[in-house]
């Protein structure tokens, strides 16, 4: 009675999951596997086989390499130093027992539009003395525009870790004698690997909705310290070559499953660590 009883259970759960997985899988699935297909062919409109001829033309494009390139240079930047600053922020919001109001202002910028957000940035970076949108400091105007708004997605991830540390693993180090900078070396920051590592694969997402306020202010050729991987395959569906966007998607597609890996292998390797402890 009980295994039939387990059995309807588990047959119910299925059924309330059963229109998102229909609708991931026609939504993401098959348009992933079709892609592939487009990937290997001639062209749009010629589906023969041309082997990995996209792949070579889009390693080759001059468009694609400066798009990698400020890509590259926004993630390896962008992406540590949100981490950093949120753990920071949240760490002194938790210790410091913050005003709630401080907190309020530091994820306010998240409910903030995109065109506001452009706007604003114009007008502190682009338009009254140095033009800095339209130099070769462009970049770091973009960085500092993304550490504003997602900060605060990181600093709840982060003040939710908080909250689940372990608090006996904390008074046995104070009573082994261990100081502030012990604690938070040893113990607070190997517990919280778990937490890093799911702000590290949130920001990764949200890194690339940069694009969006980038379009704004520039559209589709923007300054070339600027050009995105998202501009060139934008620019590439506008002009109906979805057998190179498609190649590029896949690239783009593995650069992001690399840098995930390497957040999960970290949390592995470092929560094995505080295990062996």
């Known amino acids: 009675m ?12 299925i059924t309330f999951l059963l229109p998102s997985l229909i609708g991931f899988f026609t939504l993401y699935i098959i348009p992933f596997v ?26 080759k494009s001059e468009a694609f390499q400066l798009a990698i390139k400020n890509t ?29 109001i401080i ?27 140095l033009n800095l949108l339209d130099s070769k400091y462009a970049m770091i105007v973009v960085i500092i525009m993304f550490l504003w708004k997602n900060t605060g997605y990181n600093l709840i991830i982060y003040l ?17 004698g261990a100081n502030y900078w012990g604690l938070l070396k040893y113990i607070i920051i190997p517990l919280l690997t778990p937490t890093t590592a799911i702000v590290g694969i949130i920001t990764i997402i949200n890194s690339f909705k940069v694009f969006k306020e980038i379009y704004i202010l ?9 050009y995105m991987l998202q501009h060139y ?10 057998h190179h966007l498609t190649s590029a998607a896949y690239i783009f597609t593995l650069m992001i ?21």
């Not at 009980?2 to 759960?13: A, C, D, Q, T």
């Not at 006996?168 to 104070?174: D, G, R």
């Not at 395959?233 to 979805?242: A, W």
Request: aromatic share 16%.
């Open 2 to 13: 009980g295994e039939k009883l387990n059995h309807i259970r588990k047959f119910k759960n």
């Open 34 to 59: 079709i892609g592939i297909r487009i990937s290997f062919s001639e062209t749009t409109f010629n589906s023969n086989f041309a082997g990995f001829k996209n792949y070579i033309y889009v390693f």
């Open 72 to 100: 590259s240079i926004f993630m390896l930047i962008g992406i540590p130093l949100i981490i950093i600053i949120s753990f920071l922020l949240a760490l002194a919001i938790f210790e410091l027992k913050v005003n709630p």
């Open 103 to 129: 907190k309020l202002f530091i994820i306010l910028p998240i409910a903030i539009p995109s065109a506001s957000i452009s706007a604003f940035f114009e007008k502190s970076f682009g338009i009254y003395g």
């Open 160 to 176: 939710a870790g908080f909250t689940q540390i372990d608090k006996s693993a904390i008074e046995a180090a104070k009573i082994d």
């Open 218 to 226: 520039q559209g589709k050729y923007p300054n070339p310290n600027l």
């Open 233 to 242: 395959l934008t620019n590439k569906f506008n002009s109906i070559e979805y």
């Open 257 to 277: 499953l690399a840098f995930i890996f390497l957040f999960v292998f970290l949390d592995k390797r470092y929560s094995k660590k505080v295990g062996d402890n």
